[in-house]
C-alpha cells in the first residue's frame, strides 16, 4: 500500500486507525483495507480489524463490526419490536449497514420496513464486503430509500407503528438527526400507540447528547426511557439508546423462534436500569 487510506496512521509497519475523543485516543489495529471512497456524504471504508474483524467505518469512525455489531443491532431493533405488541410498518432513519433491517425482518408481522439511508455508497459497500451484517438475501418487505432523513421525515406520511433513527454520531450529515424539528417530523409520522428509538450516544464521552436528545423527546412523548448496552468497538463500550413512546413501554417476552445473541428478554428488560452514575451524567438538573 504506497498510498496510507485516509484516517490509517502507519506505525512500526502496522496500520492504526485512531478514534479521536476529548482527551482519548483509540486506536484499532488495521490488517486489511478491502474498500475506500469518498461519497459525496463522507469517507467509507470497509476495512478488517485484529480485534473486532471486518468494519464499516465512516469518517474513521468505526460504525459495525462483524464481531460485535450485532450487539447494537439487536438492541436498537428488538427492543422497540418487543415493546410494541405488533409492529407493522417500520421506519429506519440512516442504518445503511442494513444490520437494524435485518433484525426487524426477523417479524413475520411486520409487513414492510423503509429505510431512509443518506449515502448510496454504505449500503452497496456493506452488501458487498459485509454480508454477514447485511445480510445476502433481498427481502421484498424492504424499501430503501437514498435520501436525508429529516426530508424524508418532514415529507413522508406514514403512520409507523415504530421508527428507529440509526444515525451515526451528531456530526457531518447525521448532525440534523439529533435536532427537535427531526424528531417533531418522526412524532407526526408515528401511529396512534406508534413508538421510536434513536441512538444516543456516549453517555459517557458525549453525555450532552444524552441531555439533549431527552429534553426534545420529552416535550413530544409522555413515555421516554434511556436504556443501556455494552458495545466493545464504541469508545468506553457504555451506549446509550432511548426509547419515546405514546403508550407501551414494558418489554414483553421475546418470540423463542427469533434466534438472538445479545438481545435476551432479560437483557431487554436489565437495559433500563440504570446505574446512578449514567443518570447523573445525561440528567444533571
Ligand atoms: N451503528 C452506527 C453507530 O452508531 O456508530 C450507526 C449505523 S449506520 C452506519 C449510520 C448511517 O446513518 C450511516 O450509514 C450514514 O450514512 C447515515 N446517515 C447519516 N446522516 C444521515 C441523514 N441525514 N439521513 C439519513 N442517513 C444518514
Redesign the pocket.
Known amino acids: 500500500m504506497n498510498r496510507l487510506p485516509k484516517h490509517l496512521t502507519r506505525l512500526g509497519g502496522e496500520l492504526w486507525l485512531t478514534d479521536d475523543e476529548p482527551g482519548l485516543l483509540t486506536s484499532v489495529r488495521i490488517t486489511d483495507v478491502l474498500f475506500e471512497a469518498q461519497s459525496p456524504?463522507?469517507h467509507v471504508m470497509i476495512a478488517d480489524t485484529v480485534p473486532f474483524g471486518r468494519a464499516?467505518i465512516?469518517d474513521g469512525i468505526i460504525?459495525?463490526t462483524v464481531a460485535e455489531g450485532f450487539i447494537?443491532n439487536e438492541m436498537i431493533a428488538h427492543v422497540p419490536l418487543s415493546v410494541h405488541p405488533r409492529a407493522e410498518r417500520v421506519l429506519i432513519?440512516?442504518?445503511?449497514?442494513l444490520g437494524a433491517a435485518r433484525e426487524v425482518l426477523k417479524y413475520p408481522f411486520v409487513r414492510s420496513v423503509d429505510l431512509?439511508?443518506?449515502?448510496q455508497t454504505?449500503v452497496e459497500a456493506s452488501r458487498r464486503y459485509l454480508p454477514e451484517i447485511a445480510g445476502e438475501a433481498l427481502d421484498p418487505r424492504l424499501r430503501l430509500h437514498f435520501e436525508?432523513?429529516?426530508r424524508f421525515a418532514a415529507r413522508a406520511d406514514g403512520p409507523y407503528d415504530v421508527i428507529i433513527v440509526?444515525?451515526?454520531?451528531p456530526i457531518g450529515?447525521?448532525t440534523?438527526?439529533f435536532e427537535s424539528p427531526f424528531y417533531e417530523a418522526l412524532a407526526r409520522l408515528l401511529a396512534e400507540d406508534g413508538l421510536l428509538v434513536a441512538?444516543t450516544d456516549s453517555p459517557f464521552h458525549h453525555p450532552e447528547t444524552a441531555r439533549r436528545t431527552l429534553r426534545a423527546l420529552e416535550a413530544l412523548f409522555p413515555i421516554v426511557r434511556p436504556y443501556l448496552a455494552v458495545v466493545p468497538s464504541y469508545p468506553s463500550g457504555l451506549w446509550l439508546f432511548t426509547l419515546a413512546s405514546r403508550r407501551y413501554e414494558a418489554v414483553r417476552p421475546l418470540d423463542p423462534g427469533i434466534r438472538t445473541r445479545y438481545a435476551t428478554t432479560d437483557v431487554m428488560r436489565a437495559a433500563f436500569a440504570l446505574p446512578p452514575y449514567v443518570v447523573e451524567r445525561i440528567r444533571p438538573e
Open positions: 456524504f463522507q464499516l465512516l460504525q459495525t447494537y432513519i440512516g442504518g445503511g449497514d431512509v439511508e443518506i449515502d454504505v436525508d432523513g429529516a440509526d444515525a451515526a454520531d450529515p447525521a440534523v438527526l441512538q
